[in-house]
């Protein structure tokens, strides 16, 4: 799907974000890389577990729940700050060098039309799938599928069996 994306180390920028998506007061906001080890760079607390399952899943149809001890990026967590989202999509070539050259964004999907008249810049992929990421929250003991996407549940939750410890 398209996203609308916004500088992730500005807090104003990534309100802005959520208010032009009319995204609910608390509602979490993923932060996006084009790589695995630039989230690892914004969120040195992500190691372990968290590091495990982010290299054997990502990039790929994921966004991942994952514990954010240090509260980095508070503005994009919603309403749980120990935790933060993350996403490493397999992006079409011009959103990929976006995305390389600023590092990491706060990104969302923007399919919708006024949505993407109320942006500054678009980078036009043609079209996509359509279908969104499906959301793992590996926070717990066991893994949860927040929502079912690319990924069916039950293929999601095999996949991170068989990278997890």
Do not use: H
Not at 31 to 49: F, K, M, N, S
Not at 73 to 85: K, M, Q, V, Y
Not at 111 to 139: F, H, K, Y
Request: with cysteine.
């Amino acid at each position: 799907v398209y996203g609308i994306c916004a500088d992730a180390y500005r807090e104003a920028s990534a309100r802005r974000l959520a208010r032009v998506k009319r995204r609910p007061e608390g509602m979490p906001i993923a932060l996006l890389a084009a790589d695995v080890d630039t989230i690892l760079d914004c969120v040195p607390e992500l190691r372990g577990r968290a590091a495990v399952a982010a290299r054997a899943l990502l990039p790929g149809p994921y966004t991942l729940v994952l514990s954010n001890p240090g509260c980095r990026f508070r503005w994009l967590t919603g309403d749980r700050p120990d935790t933060i989202g993350v996403r490493v999509p397999d992006l079409p070539g011009p959103a990929r060098t976006v995305i390389e050259r600023i590092g990491v964004v706060a990104a969302t999907s923007a399919n919708a039309e006024e949505i993407r008249s109320a942006v500054a810049a678009a980078v036009d992929a043609g079209e996509l799938p359509g279908t969104p990421s499906t959301v793992v929250d590996l926070t717990g003991r066991e893994p949860a599928i927040l929502r079912e996407g690319a990924v069916p549940a039950a293929e999601a939750l095999t996949s991170i069996a068989a990278a997890l410890p």
